[in-house]
C-alpha cells in the first residue's frame, strides 16, 4: 500500500499507471504486427519480447492473448481502455503535463474501437493492426 496524498490521489496514479500500460499495448501490438508481416512467426517473436529488456510482467501476463486471440478471454475491454485514456487526456490538461504518447495510442485505440473491437480485450489493437495494415 502507498500513501500518495489527499483523497483522489489513489485514482490519480490509476491513471499514471493505466497511460503506461495502454502505451506499452500499443507498442507491443505494433511491434508484434511488424515483425509477422516480416516473416517472423508470432509466438516465436513473442517469445523474444518475453525474453528481452521489454519483458515486464505486463508481456509475461498478456502472451495468450497477442499470441492466440481467439482462445484467450477479455481482461480488460478496449471500450475501457479509451474511456481511461480521456480521463488521461483531462487530468493532463488539468495537471499541464505533456502526454504525446498519450496522443498517439489515444488515436489508435479510437481507430480500433470504431471499427468494432470496442467488446474485446486491449490486446485486440494487434488484431485491428493485422486486419487493417496490408503487408507492401
Known sequence: MFHLGPVGAGATMKLAVNSVVFALNQALAEALVLAERAGIDRAAAYDVFG????????????????????????????????????????????????????????????????AGYEDEDMSAVASFLRDSTRPA
Request: proline share 3%; net charge positive; no cysteine.
Open 51 to 114: 525474453a528481452s529488456a521489454i519483458a515486464a510482467p505486463y508481456v509475461h501476463y498478456k502472451r495468450a492473448a497477442f499470441v492466440d486471440p481467439a482462445s484467450a478471454g477479455v481482461a480488460f475491454r478496449l471500450g475501457l481502455v479509451a474511456k481511461d485514456l480521456a480521463l488521461i487526456e483531462a487530468l493532463a490538461g488539468r495537471a499541464g503535463a505533456t502526454m504525446e504518447q498519450l496522443d498517439a495510442t489515444r488515436a489508435a485505440v479510437r481507430a480500433a474501437v470504431e
